[in-house]
């Protein structure tokens, strides 16, 4: 069988496959069920979350022969043509490069006629926040008043570009990133589809790493599938994807709360030698120190942090408090927004390994503060303290006598 690519393999099909917009989903099952059909409706929300796929799939919903459905039939010639991108009646338009108003005064012309052999006739505008001005004034006029058989789709990834007056007269709806656990339940699904092996830490990190959008998730999966030989685990995605392993991090935290510097520095340059490079040392050192920071405050999700938790050096949480996790990892973030411009990225990573030594002694001016705070109010309270008497008591002493 040829390969397809997991995203295009996977891209739904009807709304009811849409993942994690549930929201979106039972609004637009509402109104096709009920027939109250908008005539704009506008899908905004992060790229790759399935606004433009959501589009397509409203427009097969409403033109399927079979009539108006969620679950459109997939095989009538409407529903076919539309998933090949070549229906007469669904016109795709990428606001992105059709911004001017001379390509929105072509579609004010065009809608003047009704659908060939549709139902509707469905603009779908991709990235609308695109359009200049005097295009949104054109499409202002034709949305106002639309012919019955028009319904515009706009998508777009910016919705605070979009003028208020399209915003409002179009029926809107916010597509959200999808979780974490969500797009981990999808490549399982996968797994189990291909008859793949997988640890769950592998998949979650995955998951995690695509961000909130499972288009990215299948590709990033498609390639780490590649290489996994028939079982999905970290140990092999770190080491051809040239990251940190889980033990080497915990190993470097160990010998940094330890004041090793020198076998920290040794650690670090195995972890270079290794084909590690210095700003994925300092992305997956930020996401470490950014897990034990959560764990410190409680959080313990799974799908939060990628691991149990467990899975982190625990002399960490015995011998470090969480200011000095913040300050670490502060330190950590800012070498990660200064290194582009370092003369030599890998000196100041080294310097910031051997600062990190020190992080148990790490106290910040607040936290000292209050610890003087502390110490003076049981100085005052303890009068048995006093080894020698303040001065001005003493002074108030000799005068009494
Ligand atoms: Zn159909």
């Not at 997991?6 to 099952?29: C, H, I, M, N, Y």
């Not at 669904?90 to 009704?114: C, H, P, Q």
């Not at 001005?133 to 777009?156: D, G, M, Q, R, V």
């Not at 999808?186 to 589809?193: K, P, S, T």
Request: hydrophobic fraction near 40%; proline fraction near 3%.
């Amino acid at each position: 069988m040829e390969f397809e690519v997991t995203a295009s393999r996977k891209r739904p099909q009807s709304l009811v496959e849409l993942s994690g917009q549930d929201f979106v989903v039972a609004t637009l099952k509402n109104s096709i069920e009920n027939n109250r059909i908008a005539h704009a409706y506008l899908f905004s929300g992060p790229r790759g979350v399935g606004k433009t796929s959501s589009a397509r799939i409203l427009a097969r919903s409403l033109n399927c022969e079979r009539g108006a459905s969620i679950t459109p039939c997939g095989v009538c010639s409407n529903c076919k043509e539309i998933a090949r991108g070549n229906s007469m009646d669904v016109i795709e338009i990428d606001g992105a490069s059709n911004t001017g108003v001379n390509d929105i005064r072509e579609i004010k012309d065009e809608v003047l006629f009704g659908p060939g052999s549709s139902r509707y006739k469905i603009y779908i505008i991709d990235e609308v926040h695109m359009l200049s001005n005097s295009a949104f004034n054109a499409l202002l006029k034709t949305i106002e008043e639309p012919p019955p058989y028009i319904i515009f789709i706009f998508a777009t990834t910016e919705i605070h570009k979009v003028p208020a007056t399209i915003r409002s007269r179009c029926q809107q709806f916010n597509f959200r990133l999808v979780e974490v656990s969500e797009i981990k339940r999808l490549l399982a699904a996968v797994c189990d589809e291909i008859a793949v092996k997988f640890d769950e830490d592998a998949l979650f990190w995955i998951a995690r790493e695509a961000t909130g959008s499972v288009r990215d998730a299948y590709t990033l999966f498609d390639q780490i599938v590649s290489f996994s030989d028939g079982h999905i685990t970290l140990d092999k995605i770190r080491e051809k994807l040239g990251l940190i392993g889980m033990d080497q991090l915990n190993n470097l935290i160990t010998l940094l709360v330890e004041e090793k510097t020198e076998e920290s520095m040794d650690l670090l340059d195995t972890i270079l030698s290794g084909g590690v490079s210095v700003e994925q040392f300092i992305i997956d050192l930020a996401e470490y120190l950014r897990n034990v920071l959560f764990i410190f405050h409680g959080v313990k999700k799974e799908s939060l942090l990628g691991y149990t938790a467990d899975r982190f050096s625990s002399i960490v949480f015995e011998l470090l408090n969480s200011r000095q996790i913040e300050w670490a990892l502060e330190e950590v973030i800012k070498l990660f927004r200064d290194i582009r411009y370092s003369l030599n990225p890998r000196f100041e990573l080294e310097l910031l390994v051997s600062r990190l030594s020190s992080i148990r002694y790490h106290i910040d001016p607040k936290a000292l503060l209050e610890e003087l705070g502390r110490m003076k109010d049981q100085l005052e309270n303890s009068s048995s303290v006093h080894i020698h008497p303040p001065q001005d008591e003493a002074k108030k002493k000799i005068k009494t006598a």
